[in-house]
């Protein structure tokens, strides 16, 4: 089998993994029935705690979920007359700021602050952050005694 293969299939072996632990956590939240006289946020706090302990990785992972980031359209440099400007310049979900679609400056952990990531966006690291590089890295096989 040649490197590349062998890494597809590691790729895939991981993913089918994230999915089935996301399948679960999903498959417990449709069928959770509540203890008596359990209030939403208690519900909600016992789910979390149960996908926590079962699932650690797949709490961090969307903790420590992508962001994509793009420059502002006031300084974009665009034509606002030219075609499909409309279709590339947006208002953000968070903010209300109005972005340029056609300059992606790149992707930043939504959770992890830092005062020297990348010049787009100093507060932020850039993705995978240091928390998902982790995961991702296979841990150091235990030394043959």
Not at 14 to 43: C, F, G, Y
Not at 92 to 106: A, D, I, K, P, T
Not at 117 to 137: I, N, Q
């Amino acid at each position: 089998m040649s490197l590349h293969e062998e890494l597809n299939r590691i790729g895939h072996e991981m993913l089918s993994r994230r999915v089935r632990a996301a399948e679960a956590v999903a498959w417990q939240a449709l069928n959770i029935t509540p203890l008596k006289d359990e209030t939403a946020e208690q519900i909600l706090a016992r789910l979390r705690f149960s996908a926590e302990r079962n699932h650690p990785d797949l709490i961090i992972r969307f903790e420590h979920s992508r962001q994509d980031v793009y420059r502002l359209a006031e300084g974009c440099g665009c034509d606002p007359d030219s075609d499909g400007y409309d279709d590339d310049h947006c208002e953000s979900e968070e903010g209300g700021e109005y972005l340029c679609g056609r300059q992606y400056l790149g992707t930043v952990c939504g959770n992890c602050e830092t005062e020297d990531g990348p010049s787009w966006r100093p507060d932020r690291y850039e993705w995978p952050c240091p928390t998902v590089k982790a995961l991702d890295t296979p841990a150091a096989p235990e030394p043959v005694r």
